[in-house]
């Protein structure tokens, strides 16, 4: 054989081994028609409810008793000024849908980065340490999961008046034992590991142990379910503002505004109906988006990609 002789590529199966896992899941994923409908629905919301409330004139939360109760435009009677109808005080719903989505958004987003870090940190301790520290760490994770999410939050926001703060702490508080329990059983089997064992015999601190070697193998699990539970806080969000104790009007929240839409569902079902496709929609895209993930996650751990 000369010594020109050109050597072949690897195949795409054996090129795709060589990437990154990381690489490998952000590639299986973008090729799912689920991901691209999912982001697509996202970017068009998210991005509504950033640019819209900036562009126009009208004021969510003023009052126009002349227009009040105008249905959607693609209703008879509909105005194109109030593309999705008005309300009983005449203000306008696809304003204040998309203020109630950023809401539900800010409260839910960071309510699940609160439930990850904090469950993170309880969780490689309780695992790494083991003994009294892990015992007392569960044991507080144990009694927090034994109170409902509806019973502390009312015992929250009756005491304190519902702001976006107050409700982003109920949900957190609700949601970071999960987290805290599956972290620590990873950690307790990672720690057994021939890696650590090393680490500990060449003098590694346990703080770089933990935060340098297992956390990086425990968290981006994880991280694929808090991309879910961001849809499971909005509905918690929801269902506070629907039963009246979740922020307060006149701020606009998906909860609040179809709760006062109900007594209208006869004659102006709108005003319910439009918040809530919103909020189905929202739901949608980060299901999506999340499912498609987990789906390419799971194909590279089992090495079909």
Do not use: C
Not at 119 to 133: C, D, E, H, N, T
Not at 157 to 181: D, F, K, N
Not at 276 to 285: H, I, N, P, R, V
């Amino acid at each position: 054989m000369s010594s020109d002789t050109v050597i072949e590529t690897a195949p795409p199966r054996t090129r795709a081994r060589m990437e990154t896992p990381g690489r490998r899941i952000w590639r299986a994923t973008y090729q799912q028609f689920e991901f691209k409908l999912g982001l697509f629905l996202l970017v068009v919301l998210v991005g509504a409810a950033l640019i819209y409330p900036h562009m126009t004139k009208l004021s969510p939360t003023r009052m126009h008793i002349m227009q009040r109760f105008w249905p959607p435009v693609f209703l008879p009677g509909g105005h194109w000024s109030h593309l999705l109808g008005t309300d009983q005080l005449g203000r306008d719903l696809f304003l204040r849908s998309l203020i109630g989505l950023q809401n539900a958004l800010m409260i839910s987003v960071s309510a699940v980065i609160i439930m990850f870090v904090v469950g993170a940190i309880v969780g490689l301790l309780a695992g790494f340490y083991g003994g009294i520290i892990d015992t007392v760490l569960m044991r507080i994770t144990d009694a927090q999961l034994a109170v409902p999410v509806i019973i502390l939050a009312i015992t929250i926001l009756t005491v304190h008046r519902p702001s976006p703060e107050s409700v982003t702490l109920v949900l957190a508080l609700s949601g970071w034992p999960g987290y805290a329990r599956v972290v620590r059983s990873v950690t307790l089997a990672e720690r057994q590991r021939e890696y650590v064992r090393g680490a500990k015999i060449l003098g590694a601190s346990p703080i770089r142990i933990m935060l340098q070697m297992i956390a990086p193998n425990v968290l981006p699990p994880i991280a694929f379910v808090a991309v879910l539970d961001i849809a499971r806080m909005m509905i918690f969000e929801a269902i506070l503002g629907f039963i009246g104790i979740g922020v307060q009007p006149p701020t606009p929240t998906f909860g609040n505004i179809i709760a006062d839409g109900r007594q209208y569902l006869i004659n102006a079902w709108w005003i319910s109906t439009m918040p809530g496709a919103f909020l189905f929609t929202t739901l949608l895209g980060i299901n999506l988006v999340g499912s498609s993930i987990e789906r390419a996650r799971n194909k590279v751990l089992e090495g079909r990609i």
